[in-house]
C-alpha cells in the first residue's frame, strides 16, 4: 500500500502534484480598500451561529481588493510566476463571539486555483471571479504614483456580470487601513456528510497572520458602485454611506489558527 503525500488534492505517492504545499504561505500585494455602511440586517443574514453581531458599528463592511503574489517556505514559486501571482476581491463585516469582537469574510473571489484550495483549508468562501486594479510604479507616464493625486480603479465580475466598481483619489497618509478588516478572522470550515445528512465536519476557527509588515498607508475620496447577479448576492450589501477608501501594500505570513468551538 503506498502512503500518498501532499498537504492537499490530489495526493500521489511523491506529493508534488498537490495544489497547495504545506504552510507556512507569504504574501506581498497591493490592497485597495472601501469601507461602508449597509444594514446591519443584512450583515446578521450572513452570520451563522454562534456569532453574532458586533456591538459597535454592526452595518460597517470593507470591499477590498488585493493584487497578491504569495509563495512557500522554498520561494520557488516566485521563479515561475505562474504559481505565485493571482487577484481576489473580498468582503469583511465584523462580528462577535464570546465577548470578542472578529473580522470575517462572507464573500471572497479569485482567479486561481490554487488560492481557492488556501480558502478551503483556511474557511474562506472563495469563488472563481475576475479582478482588476490599476497599479502603482514610480514612473507615472502609465501609473499612478502612491501619493496625493494618485487614483486607482478597480472592478470585481464573476459569471461574466460585473459586481463592483470603485474609484480611489488619494489624498493624504492615514495612521489606518481602515478599521472592519482589523481583527483576527473568525471562519466556518464544513464538510458535507456524503450521504446528504447535514454536515459531516463544522468548526469555527479563529486565524490571523503570523507576521505583518505594513508601508504606509493612504486615504483618499472613493466612489464604489455594485451590481446585481443572478448568481450573487453582493449587492444585497447596499452602500448606505461610504465611510473611506484606502490604500496599503503590505507583505504577509500565515501559519495556522486555533479552532473556537467544534459545531459537528
Known sequence: MTELQGFFYPRTASGRSALIPDPPWFYSGDLLTVEYRTDPARVAELL???LTLADEDPGAVALIWADWQSCSSSREELLDPVR???KEAFVVVRCQFEGRTYSRCVYIWVDKDFAIARGLHQGYP???GSMWQTRPHPFNQAAPVIGPGGVFGATLAAGDRR???AVLTLREESETNGFVNGHPM?????FHD???SGDAFAELIESSGAQFQGGQSWSGDVELRLFD???EELSALTVDEVIGGYYRQVGVVWNGGKSLARLK
Not at 186 to 190: L, M, P, Q, V
Open 186 to 190: 473568525a471562519h466556518h470550515r464544513f
Open 229 to 231: 447577479s443572478p448568481t
Open 48 to 50: 451563522p451561529a454562534p
Open 126 to 128: 472563495k469563488k472563481l
Open 194 to 196: 456524503i450521504e446528504g
Open 163 to 165: 459586481l463592483a466598481e
Open 84 to 86: 505565485s501571482q493571482y
